[in-house]
């Protein structure tokens, strides 16, 4: 008789689609037979987070949506991917409640970028489940291609605004201005 997969809870967020990740995963599933949930956690960044909590969701879907097209591509099937509570720890508790889980793993920015190891989440949340939780040290995957949906990036242009003789603004390109008199007003 064969024996039951293991059943693997992955968390991530920014990680999600990283090459680390994607290497502990594969020698994972090469080492014994594992089920992997991936839980990505809908937690903002940046100025996001003071101006609402629950503003992570679109960029959760885009990295969780990134990851599963990564691991696909390297072969790692997830019996499962969703998004979790904006709390890190929250929705790992909702997502072992909801599930069992045999172990989880755990992927962040380094040190010195990730919200998580600040609050030291690895280890809250082995204390709090009491399962096994291996941490990975990720780096932030960039996701996919610009669509042709997407606006291009921003060109950035250098313009100098001023008032003219006659109280009127003016703009001027750096190059223009730079041949302008440096007389009291423009004729």
Same mark, same amino acid.
């Given at each position: 008789?064969? &024996? $039951? &997969?293991?059943?693997?809870?992955? !968390?991530?967020?920014?990680?999600?689609?990283?090459?680390?990740?994607?290497?502990?995963?594969?020698?994972?599933?090469? $080492?014994?037979?594992? @089920?992997?949930?991936?839980?990505? #956690?809908?937690? #903002?960044?940046?100025?996001?987070?003071?101006?609402?909590?629950?503003?992570?969701?679109?960029?959760?879907?885009? *990295?969780?949506? =990134?990851?599963? +097209?990564? *691991?696909?591509?390297?072969?790692? $099937?997830?019996?499962?991917?969703?998004?979790? @509570? &904006? @709390? #890190?720890?929250?929705?790992?508790?909702?997502?072992?409640?909801?599930?069992?889980?045999? $172990?989880?793993? !755990?992927?962040?920015?380094?040190?010195?970028? =990730?919200?998580?190891?600040?609050?030291?989440?690895?280890?809250?949340?082995? =204390?709090?489940?009491?399962? #096994?939780?291996?941490?990975?040290?990720?780096?932030?995957?960039?996701?996919?291609?610009? %669509?042709?949906?997407?606006? &291009?990036?921003?060109?950035?242009?250098?313009?100098?605004? *001023?008032?003219?003789?006659?109280?009127?603004?003016?703009?001027?390109?750096?190059? +223009?201005?730079?041949?302008?008199?440096?007389?009291? %007003?423009? +004729?």
């Amino acid at each position: 008789m064969r &024996p $039951e &997969p293991a059943k693997v809870l992955v !968390v991530a967020t920014r990680t999600a689609a990283c090459t680390e990740l994607v290497d502990v995963l594969k020698r994972r599933v090469t $080492e014994a037979a594992a @089920d992997l949930t991936l839980l990505v #956690p809908a937690t #903002p960044y940046g100025w996001a987070w003071l101006a609402d909590m629950y503003s992570g969701g679109i960029d959760a879907e885009r *990295y969780l949506n =990134s990851a599963t +097209e990564r *691991y696909r591509e390297a072969g790692v $099937e997830l019996a499962a991917a969703r998004l979790g @509570d &904006p @709390d #890190p720890l929250a929705a790992v508790m909702d997502a072992v409640h909801f599930d069992k889980f045999g $172990e989880i793993i !755990v992927c962040t920015l380094p040190r010195h970028l =990730s919200k998580w190891l600040r609050f030291s989440l690895p280890h809250r949340i082995k =204390s709090v489940t009491g399962l #096994p939780v291996t941490h990975v040290v990720g780096s932030q995957a960039r996701l996919a291609k610009r %669509g042709a949906d997407r606006r &291009p990036a921003h060109t950035r242009s250098s313009h100098s605004v *001023y008032l003219d003789g006659q109280g009127a603004a003016r703009v001027l390109g750096l190059d +223009e201005a730079a041949v302008q008199p440096a007389t009291g %007003g423009i +004729e």
